[in-house]
């Protein structure tokens, strides 16, 4: 009677786990990296891009990632350490599965937050997006060689379109015959816009505005790809002291650990602790505030002077 | 003999629930720091606990069983945060300094010894006043306020059911800082932080070590940097 019940607890286990993964949540936006190494940097007229130029570009809704879940105590019932086993397994699925829902639905929830606008802009091809320089670069996967490098772009935007950015997925996979799925470059770029005004967020909201959010995801895409070919000819190699950067957007302040790699007036590029190579305004780099200052009062001079 | 042993038996029974009842006291509630309590002749005495390496806390694994699952499961991810440098949580002590030398011309960091706090005698004041007698430190250390950083925690921190994780690590940091009127052994300010920060994305990368976590966990440091600095606002 106990090992049967021990049995049925197994089966109720491996029913969970394979139940677990139908509602699986989107987990495209993560890779870990892989950088070339220095004797790999492929030279400047050799990189091309891998992706098709009629597909509509992703944009879907910025969501939370917690998946935390409430649970108050679990009783096991006293059985055979089999059975225990499988009574614990079966708790793990049965929290995985709670933990993933939860994820997905936070995802979809995000995602129908954001149809509206979505709806008003209608389908954006990222050939439209991109600029003609990159359109060149463009080639079919039957075409590309050992230096082409896949791309898929996906576009965050916010409910209340306080926040818009892009996470450029890209890779180029390990030549011959290793193993399936090795790559031999892999990281993602991702790029946060300068956030709209409240007057243009208003604009877009009524329907009036969409070549302005068009504008923006286009600048975003054509900053990143500019980044990833940087990245691959070996220009973000030079790395600064490790530090934690303070970024302030509204009244939100968030931290990222990482190295700044590049700074301007418009934008700070930082390679976070996973490797990702992130673009954020300098405006919004609380670090960045004096050298901001110091483009403020050039750009003012320059004003100046030609009046 | 029967009724004088139920007798005893009650007596004893109504003294430990009289002595278990004491155990769950009221917790002080939040003092915020009055800027007209302090004035630049105040001498201010800053204390912090040696802070231990950064590690995993596991919260809710409740059988010892469960909880040696949990730490074992966690094992890598404690050994990573456990070699990160504790240089930027120590650094929470230079912005207490900083807000009190905005206040006081007079402020230093003491020195005490677990021995010398241990052996302070009990305090029997209301909510608003420390639990222990700290007024003799003040010819001691010639000082007329001593403020108390100590960090309980820091790291990550995970929820279990039992086995079982209910939440992914997140980074982490607790405990209390708190100032107290030598003269009365009143708290001038009192304040516990506990903040959790999630991690973006996938935390399991033991390969890479745990950037997610450790990122979440410098943030979490940060956020509690702001909040010692929020208190002299």
């Known amino acids: ?307 | 003999m029967g009724l004088k042993l139920m007798k005893q038996l009650s007596i004893l029974i109504v003294l430990l629930t009289v002595f278990l009842a004491g155990c769950k006291s009221t917790p002080q509630p939040a003092v915020r720091l009055k800027p007209e309590l302090l004035n630049e002749n105040m001498r201010v005495g800053i204390y912090i606990n040696e802070i231990k390496p950064a590690t995993t806390s596991i919260q809710g694994a409740d059988c010892l069983l469960c909880y040696g699952v949990a730490v074992a499961a966690n094992s890598s991810l404690s050994s990573h945060l456990e070699s990160l440098p504790t240089s930027d949580i120590e650094s929470a002590k230079q912005v207490v300094y900083d807000g009190y030398k905005s206040k006081t011309q007079h402020v230093e960091f003491v020195e005490l010894s677990k021995d010398k706090l241990s052996k302070l005698k009990k305090f029997k004041g209301e909510l608003g006043f420390a639990k222990k007698d700290f007024r003799s430190l003040k010819s001691e250390l010639n000082i007329d306020v001593l403020v108390m950083l100590n960090i309980h925690a820091h790291g990550a921190h995970r929820m279990y059911s039992a086995y079982v994780p209910v939440t992914d690590p997140q980074g982490y940091v607790s405990g209390v800082i708190y100032s107290i009127d030598l003269e009365t052994n009143q708290y001038l300010q009192f304040q516990r932080f506990n903040r959790k920060v999630l991690v973006e994305g996938e935390w399991d990368e033991p390969k890479q070590q745990f950037p997610g976590v450790t990122n979440a966990y410098y943030q979490a440091v940060e956020k509690v940097k702001l909040s010692l600095g929020n208190i002299f606002l």
């Open chain 1, 1 to 307: 009677m106990m090992k049967n019940s021990a049995k049925l607890c197994i089966v109720l286990a491996l029913g969970l786990t394979a139940l677990s993964g139908c509602k699986s949540a989107k987990r495209d936006d993560y890779v870990a990296a892989v950088e070339l190494n220095k004797g790999n940097y492929i030279a400047k007229h050799d990189v091309r891009l891998l992706l098709n130029p009629e597909m509509s570009a992703d944009i879907r809704g910025r969501y939370s990632n917690n998946r935390s879940i409430e649970q108050g105590s679990m009783l096991y019932a006293a059985g055979t350490p089999a059975s225990a086993l499988a009574q614990v397994f079966a708790h793990a699925a049965i929290n995985s599965s709670l933990q993933e829902n939860k994820l997905s639905q936070q995802q979809t929830a995000a995602n129908k937050e954001i149809q509206p606008f979505k709806d008003t802009i209608g389908e954006v091809s990222i050939g439209n997006l991109l600029s003609s320089d990159y359109l060149e670069k463009v080639v079919s996967s039957d075409v590309g060689d050992f230096n082409s490098v896949n791309v898929k772009p996906i576009f965050f935007v916010s409910g209340d379109l306080s926040h818009v950015s892009l996470k450029l997925v890209s890779w180029i996979d390990a030549p011959g015959k290793t193993k399936k799925g090795a790559k031999r470059y892999q990281n993602i770029i991702e790029v946060h816009a300068e956030p709209f005004s409240d007057e243009v967020i208003r604009q877009i909201r009524q329907g009036a505005n969409q070549q302005q959010l068009k504008s923006k995801l286009s600048a975003m895409l054509n900053r990143a790809i500019k980044s990833l070919h940087d990245d691959l000819v070996g220009a973000h190699a030079n790395m600064s002291v490790q530090q934690t950067i303070k970024i302030k957007s509204g009244n939100r302040t968030r931290f990222i650990r990482g190295n700044v790699i590049a700074r301007s007036c418009d934008y700070t590029i930082l390679k976070n602790l996973r490797k990702w190579i992130i673009h954020y305004p300098s405006s919004v780099v609380a670090n960045e505030t004096n050298s901001l200052q110091a483009c403020h009062n050039v750009q003012s001079e320059g004003t100046t002077e030609r009046s």
